[in-house]
T-cell receptor, first 114, second 113 residues
Framework: AQSVSQHNHHVILSEAASLELGCNYSYGGTVNLFWYVQYPGQHLQLLLKYFSGDPLVKGIKGFEAEFIKSKFSFNLRKPSVQWSDTAEYFCAVILYTGRRALTFGSGTRLQVQP | DSGVTQTPKHLITATGQRVTLRCSPRSGDLSVYWYQQSLDQGLQFLIQYYNGEERAKGNILERFSAQQFPDLHSELNLSSLELGDSALYFC????????????FGPGTRLTVL
């Protein structure tokens, strides 16, 4: 079965530090890839998505992610984090063929210290 | 605001009871998904409906059921509730195409005492 791994469970950064959150998936076929963010007490919001084309995807709030097919990875990056980026970040995958439900990673809790 | 609405926001009930969670998708979206978020299981897909018909099932217990009505709103029914059913239940909706994106509602927090 497909799975999504997020190896960083809790990340603490200072403001202006650079961020990279890892995401790996286990499936050899075509996938759609997503990063969602959940701010404290709020619902999931889409940060960015990859379906095809340029493997470097830009999303909202200065986030970007790079799809590396050979590594089955879709890491999330931001050059300079802000205190308001404190949230939980989820990587998710949909198999292009098959059901369209999202399979989520376990999430990474990001804490940005002012 | 994603345009997906869920009611109620909070629900507190006792073991053995039955509850109904409601979801209204974004205007124009035909597909509705239900997810459960708990501390021990993380975010898990439960079930999907597309234009009134069940499309896919995930880790949904037999005690749980769902339906999607002609106006496209959906209800998730949870019965014979157990303490372990306490969780956040999210609904998401999408257009239903091959490259669509799911937009999530604010969730219903269920507490079973």
């Amino acid at each position: 079965a497909q799975s999504v791994s997020q190896h960083n469970h809790h990340v603490i950064l200072s403001e202006a530090a650079s961020l990279e959150l890892g995401c790996n998936y286990s499936y050899g076929g075509t996938v759609n890839l997503f990063w969602y963010v959940q701010y404290p007490g709020q619902h999931l919001q889409l940060l960015l998505k990859y379906f095809s084309g340029d493997p470097l995807v830009k999303g909202i709030k200065g986030f970007e992610a790079e799809f590396i097919k050979s590594k089955f990875s879709f890491n999330l990056r931001k050059p300079s984090v802000q205190w308001s980026d404190t949230a939980e970040y989820f990587c998710a995958v949909i198999l292009y063929t098959g059901r369209r439900a999202l399979t989520f990673g376990s999430g990474t809790r990001l804490q940005v210290q002012p | 605001d994603s345009g997906v609405t869920q009611t109620p926001k909070h629900l507190i009930t006792a073991t053995g009871q039955r509850v109904t969670l409601r979801c209204s998708p974004r205007s124009g979206d035909l597909s509705v998904y239900w997810y459960q978020q708990s501390l021990d299981q993380g975010l898990q897909f439960l079930i999907q409906y597309y234009n009134g018909e069940e499309r896919a099932k995930g880790n949904i217990l037999e005690r749980f059921s769902a339906q999607q009505f002609p106006d496209l709103h959906s209800e998730l029914n949870l019965s014979s509730l157990e303490l372990g059913d306490s969780a956040l239940y999210f609904c998401a909706s999408s257009v239903g195409g091959a490259t669509d994106t799911q937009y999530f509602g604010p969730g219903t927090r269920l507490t079973v005492l």
